[in-house]
């Protein structure tokens, strides 16, 4: 079975800090996808990045980057110089498919980023 | 890029009345659709897929009859919770996948049920 587990239940930090998401995930299969997801406040999920299995490279999307290693089965997200609009709940999830099936998600880390 | 409507946003209901929520593929067709539930507080958890021309597939534990699912078209599938309860209040979510350029899972802005 999938699981993905967010270790990290609140996070707080002050503003313009570097700040890690942890999440480590256990799957089966050879071939999955991975997710994270941002939910602010208005409760409506934003789309941050999609990682098949086979891609191990790091990205970097901004202040955003992603390190994911197989070796340890993780998937963890840092946010550089963060700001007080990144206080949101962050969510990692787990597919079998890239887009057409079920997501898996983790417990969700709270994340407050204070002025 | 595509886009997944809900409605209501919100609703208020007295236990026992039952609830219908829309989810709606504006600009795509999907002939799959979830629903997920979360509670304040807790992870999204998936209650349902939705398939387009045949039954919903529920996921373990959750009843049947009680969220009643229709995918009554390309673009539109409902959750209706039948004899709506106070635990049954939470935050309904759904989503379609989209096979455009970015190929993600759409999510659905929320529905929020109070049940009094």
């Known amino acids: 079975a999938q699981k993905v587990t967010q270790a990290q239940t609140e996070i707080s930090v002050v503003e313009k800090e570097d700040v890690t998401l942890d999440c480590v995930y256990e799957?089966?299969?050879?071939?999955?996808?991975l997710f994270w997801y941002k939910q602010p406040p208005s409760g409506e999920l934003v789309f941050l990045i999609r990682?098949?299995?086979?891609?191990?490279q790091n990205e970097i999307s901004g202040r955003y980057s992603w390190n994911f290693q197989k070796s340890t089965s993780s998937f963890n997200f840092t946010i550089t110089a963060s700001q007080v609009v990144d206080s949101a709940v962050y969510f990692c999830a787990l597919s079998e498919r890239e887009y057409g099936n079920k997501l898996v998600f983790g417990a969700g880390t709270i994340l407050r980023v204070k002025s | 890029g595509a886009v997944v409507s809900q409605h209501p946003s919100w609703v208020i209901c007295k236990s026992g009345t039952s609830v219908k929520i829309e989810c709606r593929s504006l600009?795509?067709?999907?002939?799959?659709m979830f629903w997920y539930r979360q509670f304040p507080k807790q992870s999204l958890m998936l209650m349902a897929t939705s398939n387009e021309g045949s039954k919903a597939t529920y996921e373990q534990g959750v009843e049947k009859d009680k969220f009643l699912i229709n995918h009554a078209s390309l673009t539109l599938s409902t959750l209706t919770v039948t004899s709506a309860h106070p635990e049954d209040s939470s935050f309904y979510i759904c989503s379609a996948p989209w096979g455009g350029i970015r190929r993600e899972q759409y999510f659905g802005p929320g529905t929020r049920l109070t049940v009094t």
């Open positions: 990682r098949n299995s086979f891609d191990e």
């Open positions: 799957t089966r299969d050879t071939t999955y996808y």
């Open positions: 600009d795509f067709q999907a002939t799959t």
